[in-house]
Nanobody, 129 residues
């Protein structure tokens, strides 16, 4: 059973940066594509970014393009979300999610959360003065 644990959230001022981590245990994270989602109070959970199992495909929601970067450290079994130039509207609980893929898969989808069967518990990100 794959288990995911997010960390790295916190309170930062607008314009600041955070790096979220999604650490895997139980099974090899290499066999999965990963996506980050976020949920603000009173809003639907929305997709932010995804990374294919192959590592060759990344996608971002328009509101974070140029500010967020998703990456993977295979040795550490961890996926990161580097978030720069943070804005108050980025405030949310951030979740990572995984979907098993075949070797070499370039599948990468962050729009449909129902595609993902494995989820972490979330980490709070708050952007405020």
């Amino acid at each position: 059973q794959l288990q995911l644990v997010e960390s790295g959230g916190g309170l930062v001022q607008p314009g600041g940066s955070l790096r979220l981590s999604c650490a895997a245990s139980g099974l090899a994270l290499d066999n999965y594509n990963i996506a980050w989602f976020r949920q603000a109070p009173g809003k639907e959970r929305e997709g932010v970014s995804c990374l294919s199992r192959s590592g060759t495909t990344t996608k971002y929601v328009d509101s974070v393009k140029g500010r967020f970067t998703i990456s993977r450290d295979r040795a550490k079994k961890t996926v990161f979300l580097q978030m720069n130039n943070l804005k108050p509207e980025d405030t949310a609980v951030y979740y990572c999610a995984a979907r098993r893929q075949v070797l070499g898969s370039t599948f990468c989808d962050f729009k449909d959360k129902d595609l993902y069967g494995y989820w972490g518990q979330g980490t709070q990100v708050t952007i405020s003065q």
